[in-house]
């Protein structure tokens, strides 16, 4: 299969024309140009406000102009992760996709579905001439995956509509009717240094080939964090040896669990051995817990030029010890959901700057008041490890509506084209649409999409045969749309 015959062709088009757009968080500017100039070229009103968001709007087709209005909505930006050894910028170049079977991915970085086909399916509802609908209004909103600053600067009377159907879910056959708030805790330890030890083994510990993913879809699957497991190592080799720290990273995006880490370390020449010996053993100890989600799990340790600064052994100690006792992972399932994280936090990353180390963390919960829990249990670990702690304002969760007269246009909709009963459930993702109720209280929501996989990470893919049955489906549920009342 090549990718001119993937189908439907005009969403994968669209599809391969938001892959040649740069869009990283925060830097919009070139895909709001492309959409803009989307809108000019097929003669659609279109408007931005302060924010970036971008709103593009398409007149019902002939004899459905009394439908209520249906938004649909994406966002524009995409989470930039490559591997180490992939040559790739992603403020200036396109992200080059490949079919591998029945999936679409790119070569080295995320593939960026997340969220450019709810993109591709806007446009190509708009460019589409032969599509029954009412007044449709598209939506894309800007830095939905670093802050969701386009959702949180959306004001009220910029869209107008009745219906909000959102294109960012990740599961094709499941309809999505509620999503879990979060917020973001940062943590930031003095680093001062001193200077180095004679005699001393200096070595850089790398972790590497963790499968990583999306903290909120994947926070339940199991997989190792990077962070968590160089810093069990060092945790291990301080109680041994007199250990010294000159440098430390590791993961990079909030919302992502980290796939990669490194330190440089030194210990007394006498225990250089004695180091690599611990790693061999650490390493099929923590091989064993994860054979099946980490397949591909590697730690290396190489020998490393002395260093003429080690941090301070007492800050360090605080430092290691607090990342050692952080949570991570999940921490409590819903009592209303089977099968739903309710509770979670994610340890993201980790940066050495000049006399501080940052430590960013992010939590999720469905329960506000849960994830202040959890939140506070983060902060509480790093601030007996000395560090100033501060945790942003977070965005609030949507909570389920199973009446929803949208959720059940959809769900038969779902039955009638494919014979068979979609799964109706709330997700432990963030979503913008916990925002639009807060400016649009009236709005009647639900969320679908293809199929994805890792996303987040290099990993990417995009399930091909699940885009057509996505597109199906949202053209049937748009002609079924009802009249206003």
């Known amino acids: 299969m090549e990718k001119k015959d993937l189908k439907p062709v005009i969403v994968f088009q669209y599809f391969e024309e938001v892959c040649q757009v740069p869009r990283p968080s925060k830097k919009e500017e070139k895909i709001r140009a492309y959409l803009l100039d989307f809108a000019q070229k097929h003669g659609l009103h279109a408007r931005t406000d302060d924010a970036g968001n971008v709103l593009i709007e398409k007149p019902a087709s002939r004899g459905k102009e009394n439908l209520k209005t249906v938004i649909l909505q994406s966002h524009m930006d995409m989470v930039c992760e490559k591997n180490k050894d992939t040559q790739h910028n992603f403020e200036t170049d396109p992200i080059e996709t490949y079919i591998d079977g029945e999936w679409l991915r790119a070569r080295g970085t995320t593939l960026g579905a997340d969220n450019g086909i709810g993109i591709a399916a806007e446009l190509a509802l708009l460019a589409s001439d032969d599509v029954e609908h009412g007044p449709v209004q598209c939506l894309f909103t800007v830095d939905e995956e670093t802050g969701l600053t386009g959702a949180f600067a959306l004001k009220e009377g910029f869209m107008k509509g009745d219906i909000l159907i959102n294109l960012d879910s990740e599961d094709e056959g499941e ?44 926070i339940n699957k199991n997989r190792a964090n990077a962070n968590k497991l160089l810093n069990r190592y060092l945790v291990q080799l301080m109680r041994k040896y007199d250990l010294r720290l000159c440098e430390i990273d590791g993961g990079n995006l909030h919302n992502a669990i980290p796939r990669e880490a490194y330190a440089v370390c030194a210990v007394p020449m006498d225990n250089k051995e004695s180091v690599r010996v611990d790693l061999n053993v650490y390493l099929s100890e923590v091989e064993n817990e994860y ?15 002395p260093r003429a600064e080690v941090m301070e052994v007492a800050d360090m100690k605080r430092f290691l010890l607090s990342i050692y006792a952080v949570h991570n992972g999940v921490y409590a399932m819903s009592q209303d959901i089977a099968g739903l994280v309710e509770t979670s936090s994610n340890l993201a990353s980790v940066k050495q700057g000049k006399g501080e180390l940052t430590v960013v963390t992010s939590q999720r919960s469905s329960i506000l008041s849960s994830r202040e829990d959890m939140s506070m249990m983060v902060s509480a670990a790093f601030l007996l490890g000395g560090a100033s702690v501060s945790t942003g304002d977070g965005y609030p969760g949507w909570k389920p509506n199973p009446s929803s007269e949208i959720l059940h246009i959809a769900v038969e909709s779902y039955k009638r084209l494919f014979g068979t009963e979609p799964k109706v459930k709330a997700i432990h993702a963030g979503l913008e649409c916990g925002l639009f109720l807060e400016k649009y209280p009236s709005l009647d929501m639900v969320s679908f999409g293809p199929t994805l996989r890792g996303v987040h990470s290099p990993d990417e893919r995009m399930l091909i045969p699940t885009v ?8 049937d549920v748009l002609a079924h749309i009802p009249a206003k009342s």
């Not at 708030?181 to 030890?197: E, L």
């Not at 054979?291 to 030029?305: F, G, H």
């Not at 057509?468 to 053209?475: A, E, P, Q, T, V």
Request: aromatic share 12%.
């Open 291 to 305: 054979a099946v989600t980490e397949p591909n799990l590697q730690m290396d340790l190489e020998s490393e030029a």
């Open 175 to 218: 309809l999505f009717i509620g999503c879990a708030g979060g917020a973001g805790t940062t943590a930031v330890f003095p680093c001062p240094m001193t200077h180095a030890p004679e005699g001393y083994f200096f070595f850089r510990v790398v972790v590497k080939g963790l499968t990583g993913g999306h903290s909120g879809d994947d």
């Open 468 to 475: 057509d049955k996505f597109w199906r489906h949202l053209l």
